[in-house]
């Protein structure tokens, strides 16, 4: 009960600050679509992070006056660039420049932080951001700045749009549509650098382009994709964020997994269920087939695998192994069956010890009569020992299970590749 | 009769060999170059060597040995070394590539020229599952931040003065009195540390990483929990959750952060148990004032008991 609420009390506020962020970079996300520069968010993102990192380098947080200024000044140079090379774009792609500004903006960030201690860890930190921690002024911070911008945007929403659309508007001056350009650039530029700052380059860039993803496949109107991206992107960040707590993980990496995952969702739901029935039951079908085509592959170069070498690592073997139950003892005769769990009790029971020793040398720390050097050493030469036997015991298991799997080679090596090769036949000739 | 004759030929081949080897090894006016791979153990050679030694270090101050990424003119200290040490316990093979490289047996993994200096020490938290290869990111043995101390400070100078007797004899006597006035001073020091820290024996603490197991060992304090687990891997809400909850149930007193790593999880802790966060330096010159060996266990202390007395009726 109190884990519940813990955990409740800990993820809220980055719960509140991911809804923020869906709201904002979906919206821009689907003009970065309609523009058809996927990577110029990247791009800004990176950007911002070379902005923070000098800051980082001259001694200033990522999240302070001085950090966010820096950050901005370099993502407001590199919305200039994007300007720019829309107008460049008649001769080389603008997706060439873009790829440009992120490689270079990469490199500097490694370069300018090189000097700096920890500063591998900052780069780390700007990449996967820090979610988690948020502080509530952060994120009222955030609310009101997205939304002084999508409010400006929502009046200026039919030539931005226009712009998106078409990129060379109509009725208006070359430099009317270069002023908007920059704004939009600009507008753009600022979200990412303060977003960047909790949340990472690699949840912003998710953010922007997932949702509008999602919400594009399903609908061509704006209304109608943003609602859907909106929808999508909080529940992937519910999902992140939940999952990232029930399963123990990094919560900025879990939430752009659960982004990746409501995209793989709604990717099958778009060729599954939205579309017309006929099409739909064929759709079903190369699904089923183009799963039984994997699975009857691995199968086959698993089984090829078994033969060749035998007593190598068998990724498919293990996990058959693990997921039925059925060990590699079912090869093995009686003695060495009972070798084979000796040695995998005796390990467990030594790595037991050597951590019981770990903490009754932790608790002699600060209570009772603390230890002597020499009952240290002592205590350190016997978790040596126990660690050099548990190493003896795996061995065994090892090569045990090298014996197990050279007996199988041809038992479940030969039927599995028949097996294998008749599935695929059949597939093929169905065709 | 014979064996004091023998013992007397002895004796003299022996001085013979090694004023030999002290002609041919170290001309009298040039200083021994020492490479340390850390500040700390730099700190330490400085004590020992004085001013017979230049001291260089590879990895600078509050960065993380194992995750050190050498540059070129680490080639050329290398090269110029007539010692190398080591951290040891598995946390900076990468120096052996380095070494490899330009070729030197000595300064290879138990040559001559190269010091382990956490030979003797008395380890803590040996693990299982150590995972060691060659080359590559290798786990270590055991918790490698046996500087940490002071007691340990006794044996690695005294491997460090064994080293330097051996490659400049001549200085032997100067070599031990330098260690001799630092072991007094690091005694009285002690004395001093570890008053100012009895009142706190017991006391519960938060880290940010495992870096303290060596220095609560010696003044008798609890790190209970630690933020961050796995260094470079971002904490988890779940985790961060039963490190809140386990430093309430056990009435935390602080929370100890390392100079240099982001410091925005710690502060969530600190604020939910509303405790102060203290920063602490990990290594000689990761904050300001620690640039020997002694001030950086006299910042420690100093800056611990004051955060501990605050909280105290």
């Known amino acids: 009960m109190s884990a519940m609420s813990d955990a409740l009390a800990l993820l809220a506020l980055p719960f509140a600050a991911s809804v923020v962020f869906v709201l904002i970079h979906a919206y821009l996300g689907v003009h970065v679509l309609r523009r058809r520069i996927v990577f110029a968010d990247l791009a800004l993102a990176q950007l911002s992070a070379l902005g923070a990192t000098v800051a980082f380098a001259n001694g200033y947080a990522p999240t302070s006056a001085a950090g966010f200024g820096y950050a901005l000044l370099f993502t407001t140079i590199g919305a200039a660039l994007l300007t720019l090379t829309r107008t460049l774009a008649r001769y080389v792609s603008q997706e060439a420049f873009v790829g440009i500004v992120y490689v270079v903006a990469t490199a500097a960030t490694i370069l300018v932080v090189d000097r700096a201690p920890q500063g591998a860890e900052h780069v780390k930190k700007i990449l996967i951001g820090s979610i988690l921690t948020v502080e509530p002024a952060d994120v009222a911070k955030f609310a009101t700045l997205y939304a002084v911008i999508g409010v400006l945007h929502w009046f200026a929403r039919r030539p931005l749009l226009a712009l998106s659309g078409e990129g060379a508007p109509a009725g208006r001056s070359r430099a009317a549509a270069w002023l908007l350009d920059f704004a939009f650039y600009l507008s753009f530029a600022i979200v990412v650098t303060s977003s960047v700052t909790t949340a990472g380059v690699l949840l912003v860039f998710s953010l922007l382009i997932v949702p509008a993803v999602i919400g594009s496949i399903f609908s061509d109107r704006l209304p109608v994709v943003l609602l859907i991206a909106w929808s999508a992107g909080i529940a992937a960040c519910a999902v992140g964020l939940a999952g990232s707590y029930a399963l123990d993980l990094p919560t900025g990496a879990a939430m752009v997994a659960a982004q990746a995952g409501g995209l793989l969702l709604a990717g099958l739901a778009k060729v599954l269920l939205f579309v017309a029935v006929e099409q739909r039951r064929r759709n079903l079908r190369i699904a089923i087939d183009a799963l039984a085509t994997t699975v009857l592959i691995a199968l086959l170069v698993s089984s090829a695998w078994l033969m060749i070498v035998p007593t190598g690592d068998q990724p498919l073997l293990a996990l058959v192994e693990s997921t039925t139950g059925i060990g590699p003892t079912r090869f093995l005769g009686v003695g060495e069956r009972d070798g084979y769990e000796s040695a995998a009790r005796d390990a467990v029971r030594f790595q037991g010890e050597v951590e019981r020793l770990n903490e009754m040398e932790k608790a002699a720390r600060y209570q009772g009569t603390p230890l002597s050097d020499d009952e240290v050493r002592r205590i350190a030469s016997y978790q040596k020992t126990f660690n050099e036997m548990t190493r003896g015991e795996r061995f065994v298991q090892e090569t045990l299970r090298g014996k197990a799997q050279t007996r199988a080679r041809w038992i479940v090596g030969v039927p599995g590749m028949l097996v294998a090769l008749a599935g695929l036949l059949w597939l093929a000739h169905r065709h | ?313």
């Open chain 2, 1 to 313: 009769m014979r064996a004091g004759l023998l013992g007397l030929v002895i004796g003299a081949a022996a001085q013979l060999a090694a004023s030999l080897v002290f002609l041919l090894a170290v001309p009298a006016s040039a200083a021994v170059n020492v490479v340390a791979m850390t500040t700390d153990l730099a700190a330490l050679v400085r004590e020992v060597g004085g001013n017979l030694v230049t001291v260089e270090s590879i990895v600078p101050a509050g960065v993380d040995p194992e995750a050190f990424e050498p540059r070129p003119g680490d080639l050329g200290k290398l090269r110029r070394a007539d010692l190398l040490v080591r951290v040891g316990l598995g946390y900076d093979y990468w120096v052996d590539a380095l070494v490899r490289q330009i070729g030197d047996k000595r300064l290879m993994r138990g040559g001559e020229a190269s010091l382990d200096a956490s030979a003797g020490i008395p380890l803590l938290e040996i693990r299982g599952q150590s995972v060691m290869n060659e080359g590559g990111h290798a786990h270590g043995v055991a918790n490698p931040h046996y500087w940490l101390d002071p007691d340990n400070a006794i044996i690695v100078t005294a491997s460090v003065a064994d080293a330097l007797v051996r490659i400049a004899p001549a200085q032997r006597e100067q070599i031990l009195a330098n260690r001799a006035g630092f072991l007094s001073r690091l005694e009285t020091a002690r004395a001093r540390w570890s008053e100012a820290l009895a009142p706190f024996a017991g006391t519960k603490l938060i880290a940010y990483h495992n870096s303290w197991p060596y220095f609560a060992r010696r003044f008798r304090l609890d790190v209970i929990a630690f933020i961050e687990p796995k260094a470079g891997v971002a904490p988890s809400p779940a985790h961060l959750a039963q490190v809140i909850s386990a430093g309430s149930k056990a009435n935390v007193r602080a929370i100890v952060h390392e100079p240099y790593e982001p410091d925005d999880a710690s502060r969530l802790v600190a604020r939910r148990l509303s405790v102060p966060m203290v920063r602490l330096a990990v290594s000689v010159g990761s904050i300001e004032g620690t640039n020997d060996y002694l001030s950086l266990f006299d910042y420690n202390v100093a800056t611990l008991a004051k955060a501990l007395g605050a909280r105290s009726p």
